[in-house]
């Protein structure tokens, strides 16, 4: 008797427990609704807000990379940043060298909001290299 009650709480319970579990159906409509939100922080750059482009795609021209992760500042000036086309500012660092300049694309410039490959946490040296080429075409 005492068994018998026992199996019948067991199988009460095990039966509410299912009705609480997602259907397959449910578990897939989930997951197909915050899959984009992962997609974008694990392929994107490090702000997870300005992707550039897809993982393993070509690399991208000086240019590209330019106009999606330096513009931003190097239009502006913001924080001190050396206009792009203003020769003034940028002959002294041109004159630094152009490894010295590829260091602060690739390392950023510490203390200042230069920070190591502008952000773009997704570029290669070599597409931050190519930016910084671009840059300094357009500054002299
Ligand atoms: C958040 C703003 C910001 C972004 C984004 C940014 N920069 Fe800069 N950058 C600066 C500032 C500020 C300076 C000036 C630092 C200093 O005082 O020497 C600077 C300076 C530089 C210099 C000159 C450094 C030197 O040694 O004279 C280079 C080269 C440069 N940036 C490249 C880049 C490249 C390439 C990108 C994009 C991949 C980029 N920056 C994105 C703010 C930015």
Known sequence: ??????IALALTIAGSTAAWALSDKQRAAIEARIAPVGEVCLLG???CGGA???ANAAPRSG???YNSACMACHV???GGAPIVGDIAAWQPRIAAGM???YDSGVNGVPGTSMMAKGGCMSCSDEEINGAVDFMVAGSQ
Not at 1 to 6: A, E, I, N, R, V
């Open 1 to 6: 008797m005492l068994k018998t009650t026992l």
């Open 45 to 47: 750059d490090s702000s």
């Open 52 to 54: 550039v482009a897809v």
């Open 63 to 65: 240019e590209e990379v």
């Open 76 to 78: 502006s000036g913001a």
């Open 99 to 101: 490894a010295a300049l």
